[in-house]
């Protein structure tokens, strides 16, 4: 008669079952202790904050829009969205770190033309790279094919015909 497994022999299998399929548990925690600490940072940090919300909206929206597994469009926006946004970052937090302070910076139109034109050219760099390798690939694959053709006609030249036949044997 086959006994039941234990409680303990199912957990085991289990545990087994998550790590051969890549989701070995414990990662959520970790997840859940950071969003903690940065949640309880806010308050020290709200002018930082604002600031960043207000100026990153375009890689939010990248972020949010983008469908499929393959989400890239917010790392290509968001890097320059947040290149245009560090210069003014840095004003904040080496000059008067007030709320007030955030709010003068988001009501000057020189700082959302930098966070916001920046993310523009992430948007372009995204759109427009994909074609310009495709091409290239395209490119240097036709030149690859002429240069096997030339090479196998020098080898029809030097040894004839036969080597373009199959053997039969």
């Not at 004003?91 to 988001?106: K, P, R, Y």
């Amino acid at each position: 008669m086959a006994k039941k497994p234990s409680a303990v022999a199912l957990a085991q299998a289990q545990a087994a079952a998550k790590a051969k399929k890549g989701g070995g548990g414990g990662g959520g925690m970790n997840k859940a202790v950071v969003l903690m600490v940065l949640a309880a940072l806010v308050p020290f940090s709200l002018p930082t904050v604002t600031l960043l919300f207000f100026t990153m909206l375009p890689t939010l929206a990248a972020w949010a829009s983008e469908k499929g597994t393959n989400k890239y469009a917010w790392l290509c926006v968001g890097g320059l969205n947040f290149a245009g946004v560090i210069k003014y970052l840095f004003d904040l937090w080496f000059g008067v770190h007030t709320l007030d302070e955030a709010f003068n910076l988001l009501s000057e139109a020189n700082v959302l033309l930098w966070a916001y034109g920046a993310s523009g050219i992430g948007w372009l760099m995204y759109l427009s790279m994909p074609p310009m390798v495709a091409s290239w690939l395209a490119f240097t694959t036709d030149r690859r094919v002429a240069a096997l053709k030339a090479a196998q006609k020098r080898l029809v030249e030097e040894w004839g015909d036969e080597v373009t036949k199959k053997n039969a044997a």
